[in-house]
């Protein structure tokens, strides 16, 4: 595992985007594995600059996103569709075919869920995983458990997960109560990984993620068994080093 400590926001940001950057470089029809949430925000703010500057060619590569909300049509704006097209797909080159997200509207979530991982498989499997961290550990939306789970599945959000998202809702009827996801079985087939966590807020569960056991728990410390990852933290999410 490599780690490294940006100063800050800006700079985890740029550090990530070169790591993108160079997989798409090197790999110029690559799979992207893509996460929403607000930490790979400047990521890809700085993805979209160099595409602008004519360094980045996004015309080759795929994309599948790690989780979408259940029940949501892709112009909700809350939607994890909605996210990343406004986010960065709109912005750059990148054929919209060859974009994933899970399905929200299908209703059907087994027969959705095995659709989603035979995406992935017949696209290769991923070659890089952009990773956000939840406060508790959480990746995707694999929270935490007695068991890792597999494969893409279906989840039901807590209700604190649901207690925060109702701010960005008419009402808390209207919160989403489930999420298609990867598993974390899917997740950890990527042959590489990018782990990004920024703020003084994640530095506990960092800490915990990075050096404490390999728990269900805690669903992010199973990136201590990948081979190839990279992690990319500011000095507030590293304080406990
Ligand atoms: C997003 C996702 C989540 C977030 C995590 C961190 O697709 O799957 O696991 O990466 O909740 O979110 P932020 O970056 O908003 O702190």
């Not at 269900?216 to 999410?237: K, T, Y």
């Amino acid at each position: 595992m490599k780690i490294y400590k940006a100063k800050d926001y800006e700079e985890l940001s740029r550090k990530a985007a070169s790591i993108i950057a160079s997989q798409v470089l090197m790999k110029p029809d690559c799979v992207l594995g893509l996460a929403t949430g607000s930490t790979p925000i400047g990521t890809y703010k700085q993805l979209i600059e160099w595409y602008n500057k004519g360094d980045l060619d996004f015309s080759s590569v795929k994309s599948v996103n790690l989780d979408e909300y259940r029940g949501l049509t892709r112009d909700n704006d809350q939607s994890y569709y909605y996210f990343m097209y406004n986010n960065l797909f709109k912005h750059i080159n990148i054929n919209m075919d060859c974009t994933n997200v899970p399905d929200g509207t299908q209703s059907d979530s087994d027969k959705e869920c095995s659709r989603y991982e035979d995406v992935i498989k017949s696209l290769g499997g991923i070659d890089l995983q952009l990773l956000g961290l939840g406060h508790n550990g959480h990746i995707g939306f694999n929270e935490p458990d007695e068991e890792f789970a597999k494969t893409t599945h279906c989840v039901n959000l807590t209700q604190s997960t649901i207690e925060a998202n109702k701010r960005f809702f008419a009402s808390i009827d209207e919160v989403p109560k489930q999420a298609y996801t990867m598993g974390i079985g899917t997740i950890m087939k990527a042959k590489k990984i990018l782990l990004v966590v920024s703020g003084s807020d994640k530095a506990q569960i960092l800490h915990d993620v990075l050096s404490g056991p390999v728990t269900p728990h805690v669903p992010a410390s199973v990136l201590q068994l990948h081979n190839d990852v990279i992690v990319v933290a500011d000095e507030a999410a590293m304080a406990k080093f």
